[in-house]
Nanobody, 119 residues
Framework: QVQLVESGGGLVQAGGSLRLSCAAS????????MGWFRQAPGRERELIAR???????YYAGSVKGRFTISRDNAKNTVDLQMNSLKPEDTAVYLC?????????????WGKGTLVTVSS
């Protein structure tokens, strides 16, 4: 059974930084695309960053230049470094894995970690 477990969320002031980590177990996901989604109250879940097996990356416009996604295939982990955080970044952040490079379908989800950015 594949499990994705996020960590690193918390409360931070605007302008601060957080680093989220996602640890996968149960299967080698090195050939999968890994990504981070977020969902704020009352809003749809959105893909904010993804990284494929060869470390090519994509970022949503709302986080580009502030967030960096990285992966360690040997450790089966994917991280999200978040800098210059804004109150509008407040959301539950979820790790995901997909066989499709562009996340047409998510195969595995984590349960999420809450990030709260105070103004």
């Amino acid at each position: 059974q594949v499990q994705l477990v996020e960590s690193g969320g918390g409360l931070v002031q605007a302008g601060g930084s957080l680093r989220l980590s996602c640890a996968a177990s149960g299967r080698d996901l090195s050939s999968y695309a890994m990504g981070w989604f977020r969902q704020a109250p009352g809003r749809e879940r959105e893909l904010i960053a993804r990284i494929n097996w060869s470390s090519n990356t994509y970022y949503a416009g709302s986080v580009k230049g502030r967030f960096t996604i990285s992966r360690d295939n040997a450790k089966n982990t994917v991280d999200l470094q978040m800098n210059s955080l804004k109150p509008e970044d407040t959301a539950v952040y979820l790790c995901a894995a997909a066989a499709s490079t562009i996340f047409l379908k998510v195969d595995y989800w984590g349960k999420g970690t809450l990030v709260t950015v105070s103004s």
